[in-house]
């Protein structure tokens, strides 16, 4: 009988409006969380929880600055995105096109998430510094760019973390604020 019950309840709390929308920001530990421990599992642990929104593959020092400057921007993402590894992936997909267009950032500001939990994950991968922008080099995707295969003089890559403070940490608080 009990079982009974508890089998309605749980088919009543899926019924219910969300106890709360939550927004995540970086990896997929942060999103996992909310899973119960299975990490195949898309809805949360509590059904009541929500993950609004997913943001993966950004540093907050990515976000905070603008776009390349690149003069067909457009083309530049058409040409990333045409890659086969990424072209599969609709995760990457999406987050390849976010890093390029910094689109995150108007995103989490219109969001009408509740919660926003983020980690710094993404601030320890590799990032590039490409025609007055910065990039996160999500899982080094972007060495597959034809900007970067034509012309990888124009690209610089970093580590954060290996910069002073001062050269990245500005962009962090204006993250928090």
């Not at 083309?75 to 995105?81: G, I, R």
């Amino acid at each position: 009988m009990s079982e009974t019950t508890s089998k309605n309840e749980e088919q009543d709390l899926n019924k219910t409006e969300p106890l709360c929308l939550v927004d995540v920001f970086g990896s997929c530990v942060s999103r996992s969380i909310f899973h119960n421990g299975n990490p195949e599992a898309r809805g949360c642990a509590d059904p009541r929880i929500k993950i609004n929104r997913y943001f993966f593959r950004h540093s907050i020092l990515s976000c905070m600055v603008p776009p390349p400057n690149t003069k067909d921007l457009n083309a530049s993402v058409a040409n990333a995105l045409s890659n086969d590894v990424i072209r599969t992936q609709e995760g990457f997909f999406k987050a390849l096109k976010e890093e390029l267009l910094k689109t995150v950032m108007p995103m989490i500001r219109e969001s009408n998430g509740d919660y926003f939990v983020f980690d710094l994950f993404d601030m320890f991968t590799l990032h590039m510094l490409y025609d007055n922008s910065i990039l996160t080099n999500i899982d080094c995707v972007m060495f597959s760019m034809d900007a970067y295969r034509q012309k990888p003089e124009d690209f610089s890559t970093f580590f954060p973390f290996d910069l002073p403070i001062g050269l990245w940490y500005g962009y962090v608080k204006l993250f928090m604020d």
